[in-house]
T-cell receptor, first 113, second 117 residues
């Protein structure tokens, strides 16, 4: 019940295209859903996060779509650029208590020029 | 955003020795810090939750006597890998949350690449 399932495992998108990564969770107590970007040899960096009281959040080229009833959320990267090539992790946690993040398996995104 | 600094960025040690990794929150206080381990091409695996002034909480399957965690101040947590062996070689990452109710964003350090030879 603590799992967060992420797909696809890898994704190749042409420059300028839309990259879409999906995540699903089971624990309905989760109420914070961040996305992280990680480059090789570096720690993860927060991209964007959403709380379940909204269905969509947009920051620049990055958008999170959230479907509470389906227990799914996704990251959309518009106008994908080669510099976006990285590994992306979705995560979930509860804002109260230990606030431990549960990570998805990761998606290796490659943007072809 | 807030900065979490990890030191060292990489370390090579001989089998049987101990290695200490530091995690500092540079511009905020962190009551809670988290230590993760990441194998190549895999996700982050939470090892333990480090609480300032109290004992760390370890995840199931993580040996607390092998991975010693100390959180002596609101800005510093340390992870010591004791009697390291080649199978302990991995990428270790810490994260910290700001102190305060319902603080949610976790800031990550840059990671430490440990190689045990």
């Amino acid at each position: 019940q603590q799992q967060v399932k992420q797909s696809p495992q890898s994704l190749i998108v042409q420059k300028g295209g839309i990259s879409i990564i999906n995540c699903a969770y089971e624990n309905t107590a989760f109420d914070y859903f961040p996305w992280y970007q990680q480059f090789p040899g570096k720690g993860p960096a927060l991209l964007i996060a959403i709380r379940p009281d909204v269905s969509e959040k947009k920051e620049g080229r990055f958008t999170i779509s959230f479907n509470k009833s389906a227990k799914q959320f996704s990251l959309h990267i518009m106008d994908s650029q080669p510099g976006d090539s990285a590994t992306y992790f979705c995560a979930a946690s509860m804002r109260k208590g230990a606030q431990k993040l549960v990570f998805g398996q990761g998606t290796r995104l490659t943007i072809n020029p | 955003g807030a900065v979490v600094s990890q030191h060292p960025s990489w370390v090579i040690c001989k089998s049987g020795t101990s290695v200490k990794i530091e995690c500092r929150s540079l511009d905020f206080q962190a009551t809670t810090m988290f230590w993760y381990r990441q194998f190549p091409k895999q996700s982050l695996m939470l090892m333990a939750t480090s609480n300032e002034g109290s004992k760390a909480t370890y995840e199931q399957g993580v040996e607390k006597d092998k991975f010693l965690i100390n959180h002596a101040s609101l800005t510093l947590s340390t992870l010591t890998v004791t009697s390291a062996h080649p199978e302990d070689s991995s990428f270790y990452i810490c994260s910290a949350r700001r102190s305060g109710a319902l603080a949610t964003e976790a800031f990550f350090g840059q990671g430490t690449r440990l190689t045990v030879v």
